[in-house]
């Protein structure tokens, strides 16, 4: 199992932006394929994009689609989220996920990813 750790998360005047960065510990994220949710209080989590083992192939939720750019750094180990042009209804608290299986497929659904970060808050003011 590894350890998720975000960052990058903080209070942003509506049409600024954030870039936030997920890195593991213990573990890998190489051959994994990645993703970034996010969730307010009382609301399910929700699905905002997700980047294949390769990172060659990214999907994104219609909501930030054109505005987030999510890319991962494997020498690095570091997944990201660029955030542009961020909207009060950014607001919440976004986690890194990795996926439960190898070379698994890019997925929208929770379920599918095993391991997750504390997650960072993300705060835009209107």
């Known amino acids: 199992q590894v350890q998720l750790v975000e960052s990058g998360g903080g209070l942003v005047q509506a049409g600024n932006s954030l870039r936030l960065r997920c890195i593991p510990i213990g573990s890998s994220i190489v051959w994994y394929t990645m993703a970034w949710f996010r969730q307010v209080p009382g609301k399910e989590r929700e699905f905002v994009a997700a980047?294949?083992?390769?990172?060659?192939?990214?999907d994104y939720a219609e909501s930030v689609k054109g505005r987030f750019t999510i890319s991962r750094d494997d020498p690095q180990s570091s997944l990201y989220l660029e955030m542009n042009n961020l909207k009060f209804e950014d607001t919440a608290v976004y986690y890194c996920?990795?996926?439960?299986?190898?070379?698994?497929?890019?997925?929208?659904?929770?379920?599918?990813?095993?391991?997750w970060g504390q997650g960072t808050q993300v705060t835009v003011s209107s």
């Open positions: 980047i294949d083992y390769f990172g060659s192939k990214m």
């Open positions: 996920a990795r996926h439960r299986i190898q070379w698994g497929a890019m997925s929208m659904v929770p379920d599918d990813y095993s391991d």
